[in-house]
């Protein structure tokens, strides 16, 4: 009786703890599910509550291809959503972007569609030159491109992602879409097995994206890849350190399910380098019990994979071989070279196991595999001799015919070979005559291309002494600029300094003057005061002294400083350019920025400025946006003024090109290439 009662105690305990752990569980699922639909709702409630139809319809886009992670139906639903809003017909660039988040959606599951779909976008998009159209083909060739490496054509997804997607990143002003591409850059060198150009362009792409808080989950997957790539390096304590980084971002995202757990798993491979047991099976339970949650199999057979590897590394096969088998049961795709690695390396912890006779049935299998992909070459080379037996009898045929006809022509000739010599006669002279006229008309088509290539050089040279001219006139303008400047702050600055003292020393030795006879220096002292500071922004105006001691980074963080005021912000941010150019570049680059900012706030009224200055592949890139008031483009192309074009040829001085991108009220976007 008292053996059934402590049955029966421990039956009841048991049941509890199972109530208590799917409780948990069951607490744990809904909290993610609960983080998902708050972000979701947030993101629905910033487009309801957008000031104008096109920014709504954009923020329903936004809801859509949040929703492709977990939810098709729901993303087509918000696609259509926004398809309702746009107008009727629809314009180019919102017909664009319908096709390009509907490619969006399907890209995963029918890529060939989303190929079609993204290419359609772009013929669509790229009748608007406006930064935000930029910034869309940005992405579209983004996710093109992933499609070409997932079907393993990493030269093509490489092409794509240089030719294409940063150029038009860069052409929108999105310091996010650069930081993007150029991850994907250093992705593509780490798929090649070229680790130390991968670490490059995983350093440029945090740069890039350094000040922008607002994107800490683009940097959570920089910080994870550029940990993996050290890992591969070997370097583990800087892979520490972009874990670390990566970490701080992990707890903010529970809806990112496609970064999270390549966070675990980056995680479980350092430590498998340290040899840190206990760290690696906490990030395996980690990230199993997150990709699980998510059906998320990519993951599930890379953790396994690892497992698998660190305690084959220890010569514990029996769990080696375990893992190993869950990794190969949780394949997400099935490819034939891909299962040559799994039977290899079942056969081998078989064999370390003492199981020959499992062993031998995997590599029974790998044979079999391996004539089958023997076999599929074998059918490949049989079809294509194949198909050159069948072109090269077809070729044998028509020579037969081609044989058989040139007989015929050789019994016709015999029998009419007068009217053929007549015939060949007549047609010789009209031959002689056609190439008479041909090389007449010719002659004069070269003497009119001399003409026109002779007044097209004298053309290129008056340009070209027009330009030796004003670069005569420019460097005479700043040399007299730099030695005005050092006169008046040496000279005339130092002399009224003097005499600001000898002021100063006067009115305290006349400790009993009258307060009329004081108030009076006081004023003087006052005025010279004033006088010393605008003998100063003048000479700083004429030539700073950051330019001319520092470089072209600090004098640009000065000048936005000096030219920000409560009403008008204006922003410097420095993407790694160099302090070593030459003096006309750095003067030339310096007095279009001048320019240019002097332009914004005098004449569109901007309230907020953006200088970005950036250096890649030898070119320098300089762009200005503001938020003025903005114009049309045939507008400006019509009133160019003396400012404009002395910036034109101060670029063109450089063999550098100008870009001006603006539409009324969208302020205005310019951007500059300077080669180095």
């Not at 399907?106 to 290419?119: G, H, L, Q, Y």
Request: hydrophobic share 40%; proline share 2%.
């Amino acid at each position: 009786m008292k053996n059934n009662n402590t049955d029966n105690i421990w039956m009841f305990r048991l049941a509890i703890s199972w109530i208590v752990i799917l409780n948990m569980f069951g607490f744990s699922t809904a909290t993610a599910q609960d983080a998902i639909n708050q972000h979701a709702d947030s993101l629905l409630n910033i487009a309801n509550k957008a000031p104008n139809k096109q920014l709504k319809i954009e923020g329903l886009l936004d809801v859509s291809v949040f929703w492709i992670d977990y939810d098709t139906v729901k993303a087509h639903h918000y696609l259509e959503e926004a398809h309702k809003l746009m107008k009727e017909p629809p314009t180019a660039y919102q017909k664009g972007l319908y096709h390009l988040y509907h490619a969006n959606i399907v890209m995963d599951f029918r890529p060939e569609e989303a190929k079609i779909e993204f290419i359609t976008a772009d013929s669509l998009l790229k009748k608007d030159t406006s930064a935000k159209s930029y910034f869309y083909r940005s992405k579209l060739w983004n996710n093109y491109g992933m499609i070409l490496q997932r079907a393993n054509k990493n030269d093509e997804f490489m092409e794509v992602i240089i030719k294409k997607s940063i150029p038009y990143a860069r052409l929108s002003g999105d310091s996010v879409q650069v930081g993007k591409q150029l991850e994907n850059v250093g992705i593509l060198f780490f798929n090649f097995f070229n680790y130390k150009k991968a670490a490059e362009f995983y350093k440029k792409a945090l740069q890039a994206t350094l000040t922008l808080d607002e994107n800490k989950q683009i940097r959570l997957n920089i910080f994870i890849n550029a940990a993996k790539n050290e890992i591969h390096l070997k370097d583990l304590p800087k892979a520490r350190v972009f874990l670390d980084s990566a970490k701080v971002y992990v707890q903010q995202f529970p809806h990112a399910t496609k970064i999270i757990p390549s966070y675990y798993t980056t995680e479980l491979a350092y430590y498998k380098n340290v040899g840190n047991k206990k760290k690696v099976l906490e990030n395996y339970n980690k990230g199993m019990e997150f990709s699980q949650k998510y059906n998320d199999k990519y993951t599930i057979q890379d953790l396994n994979f690892g497992l698998f590897d660190f305690y084959n590394n220890l010569g514990d096969f029996k769990n080696a071989q375990r893992y190993l088998k869950l990794s190969y049961e949780n394949r997400a795709f099935s490819v034939l070279q891909n299962q040559v690695v799994y039977q290899w390396e079942l056969a081998k912890i078989e064999s370390k196991l003492g199981n020959y006779k499992a062993a031998y049935y995997y590599m029974d299998s790998l044979k079999v595999t391996m004539d089958s992909i023997y076999q599929k070459d074998v059918s490949t080379k049989i079809l294509d001799l194949e198909q050159q037996y069948q072109t090269k009898e077809k070729e044998n045929q028509i020579l037969r015919l081609e044989t058989k006809n040139k007989q015929q022509e050789l019994a016709i000739a015999k029998s009419r070979w007068w009217e053929l010599a007549l015939g060949a006669g007549l047609a010789l002279a009209v031959f002689v005559a056609y190439f008479l006229w041909k090389l007449s008309t010719k002659n004069k088509k070269l003497l009119i291309q001399n003409d026109l290539l002779h007044k097209e050089e004298l053309r290129a040279m008056r340009q070209q002494e027009r330009l030796s001219q004003y670069d005569s006139m420019l460097q005479g303008q700043e040399a007299e600029r730099s030695r005005m400047a050092k006169d008046l702050h040496d000279g005339l600055g130092g002399l009224l300094a003097g005499v600001k003292l000898k002021l100063s020393s006067i009115v305290a030795r006349a400790g009993g003057a009258q307060a009329s006879e004081k108030n009076a220096i006081d004023d003087v002292v006052r005025q010279l005061d004033y006088s010393v500071d605008e003998l100063r922004r003048i000479a700083h105006d004429m030539m700073p002294e950051s330019l001319r001691f520092g470089g072209l980074a600090p004098a640009l963080s000065d000048l936005c400083r000096y030219m920000g005021t409560p009403m008008v912000q204006v922003v410097f941010q420095n993407l790694g350019i160099e302090d070593n150019y030459p003096d006309q570049l750095r003067v030339t680059v310096y007095r279009v920025v001048q320019e240019l900012l002097a332009n914004a706030i005098k004449h569109a009224h901007a309230t907020k400025i953006i200088l970005q200055c950036s250096e890649l592949d030898n070119w320098l890139f300089v762009t200005v946006e503001d938020n003025g008031k903005g114009m049309e483009q045939q507008e400006e192309k019509s009133k160019k003024g003396l400012g404009l074009v002395n910036i034109q040829n101060r670029i063109s001085l450089l063999n550098g090109h100008i870009e001006t991108i603006s539409q009324p009220g969208e302020g205005t976007t310019v951007n500059i290439q300077i080669p180095l």
